[in-house]
């Protein structure tokens, strides 16, 4: 089945504490992308990669970190975590560069930060 | 920079009825692609329709269909026939190539039995 898996789907942690949350997707898409929502904010894109290796900043980067060593993966590393990152997490992908391809998302990861 | 506006936080309509969300964006591009994106209770984010900029002519998908006036940068979308299981957030999105995907804040769409 054509997904895109995120893990964990629920997280509390605390001020300062390393965490990194994983998406993984089984299209060989070459486009991913991690976004937080939070009410009446809509959803806002953190980073996005084309393809491996290559990243770039989206809205609110501030506070997280990217990488695309495989092309199935991308991770969002939160290196010290804060109250204000407490979000609705969803990473996505799509096939290529080509603006009418969807993106589809992951499940979504609620994560607390105390 | 590009910017989606959806200025309708929620609305509500009849079982059966057609209702219609709206959403304004800007930018300076002439080709680009418009999406909406559903968002249920579950979470989970549905793609319900999408809308290329070169393209004159509205899309439709069954229920939904888009009022699409480039010159007026306006996206909006029209469900017919509203059903309790499109009670949901709906949320409009632009997308250009490469670059980053912008979303609107997003309207809750209420279905009344």
């Known amino acids: 089945e054509a997904q895109v898996t995120q893990n964990p789907r629920y997280l509390i942690t605390v001020t300062g504490k390393k965490l990194t949350v994983t998406c993984s997707q089984n299209m060989n898409h070459e486009y991913m992308s991690w976004y937080r929502q939070d009410p009446g904010l809509g959803l806002r894109q953190i980073y996005y990669s084309m393809n491996v290796e290559v990243t770039d900043k989206g809205d609110v980067p501030e506070g997280y970190k990217v990488s695309r060593k495989e092309k199935r993966n991308f991770p969002l590393i939160l290196e010290s975590p804060s109250p204000n990152q407490t979000s609705l997490y969803f990473c996505a992908s799509s096939r290529d560069r080509y603006s009418y391809n969807e993106q589809f998302f992951g499940p979504g990861t609620r994560l607390t930060v105390l | 920079a590009q910017t989606v506006t959806q200025s309708q936080p929620e609305m509500s309509v009849q079982e059966?009825?057609?209702?219609?969300?709206?959403?304004?964006?800007?930018?300076?591009?002439?080709?680009?692609?418009?999406?909406?994106?559903?968002?249920?209770?579950?979470?989970?984010?549905?793609?319900?329709?999408?809308?290329?900029?070169?393209?004159?002519?509205?899309?439709?998908?069954?229920?939904?269909?888009?009022?699409?006036?480039?010159?007026?940068?306006?996206?909006?979308?029209?469900?017919?026939?509203?059903?309790?299981?499109?009670?949901?957030?709906?949320?409009?999105?632009?997308?250009?190539?490469?670059?980053?995907?912008?979303?609107?804040?997003?309207?809750k769409l209420q279905v009344i039995p």
């Open chain 2, 16 to 107: 059966a009825e057609t209702v219609t969300l709206s959403c304004t964006y800007d930018t300076s591009e002439s080709d680009y692609y418009l999406f909406w994106y559903k968002q249920p209770p579950s979470r989970q984010m549905i793609l319900v329709i999408r809308q290329e900029a070169y393209k004159q002519q509205n899309a439709t998908e069954n229920r939904f269909s888009v009022n699409f006036q480039k010159a007026a940068k306006s996206f909006s979308l029209k469900i017919s026939d509203s059903q309790l299981g499109d009670a949901a957030m709906y949320f409009c999105a632009y997308r250009r190539g490469y670059q980053k995907v912008t979303f609107g804040t997003g309207t």
